[in-house]
């Protein structure tokens, strides 16, 4: 079965320097999530969409952006890079009811993007 | 501050035996609780979830507890295989947030030894 696509696996990048991570939702799916895992930490949840609109944000840095596509594809943009922000980015993606406390939180996810800010 | 905290970072088990997972919350308005297990090279993968109405959930292997009063629940898998050997996440999704907007402890690695 189709799983959720992320792409690249892994981005080096320098301070200051912009990045982009793809991702690819399961076929259907409408809703992507993004996740920031930092080593040794718990995924963080930074933004989600739905429909194409923003549903919810977490902890998302304003130096980074997201959007979803119409073909519900959805890219993290990623500016001023920092030392900080080398991670472990997570997307996931689900059938959605954002508006709601839904209690299916069964989320897909992708294999992740390793970022490194040298 | 951690509102979901697995204090064991790591589990070793012989296998065949039981692997129990501990996880303590903090708000007592979280009503559903998952768990997530993450191979390396891999994204998380859903196991198995509870709501606050029941306190055991059982799905094969895999079962989980929960304990209200205490702010607790444990995930048991019996027998453990080597396969098991992953890290497991214990999740609640985030009290006033959409869906997907999941708060996760820190993970415990299980090791399960043939």
């Known amino acids: 079965a189709a799983g959720v696509i992320q792409s690249p696996r892994h981005l080096i990048k320098e301070k200051r320097e912009t990045a982009t991570l793809k991702c690819y939702p399961i076929?259907?799916?409408?809703?992507v999530y993004w996740y920031q895992q930092g080593p040794g930490q718990d995924p963080q949840f930074l933004i989600s969409f739905y429909e194409k609109m923003q549903s919810d944000k977490g902890s998302i840095p304003d130096r980074f952006s997201a959007q979803q596509f119409s073909d519900y594809h959805s890219e993290l943009n990623m500016s001023s890079l920092e030392l900080g922000d080398s991670a472990l980015y997570f997307c996931?993606?689900?059938?959605?009811?954002?508006?709601?406390?839904?209690?299916?939180?069964?989320?897909?996810f992708g294999s992740g993007t390793q970022l490194s800010v040298l | 501050d951690q509102q979901v905290k697995q204090n064991s970072p790591s589990l070793s088990v012989q296998e065949g035996r039981i692997s129990i997972l501990n996880c303590d919350y903090t708000?007592?308005?979280?009503?559903?609780f998952l768990w997530y297990k993450k191979y390396p090279a891999e994204g998380p993968t859903f196991l198995i979830s509870?709501?606050?109405?029941?306190d055991k959930n059982e799905d094969g292997r895999f079962t989980v507890f929960l304990n209200k009063s205490a702010k607790h629940l444990s995930l048991h898998i019996v027998p453990s295989q080597p396969g098991d050997s992953a890290v497991y996440f214990c999740?609640?999704?985030?009290?006033?947030?959409?869906?997907?907007?999941?708060?996760f402890g820190k993970g415990t690695k299980l090791s399960v030894k043939p």
């Open positions: 999740a609640v999704p985030n009290y006033g947030g959409s869906q997907g907007n999941l708060i």
């Open positions: 708000n007592s308005m979280f009503d559903y």
């Open positions: 076929p259907r799916h409408d809703t």
């Open positions: 509870i709501s606050s109405i029941k």
């Open positions: 996931a993606s689900s059938l959605g009811r954002p508006a709601s406390q839904a209690t299916n939180e069964k989320l897909f």
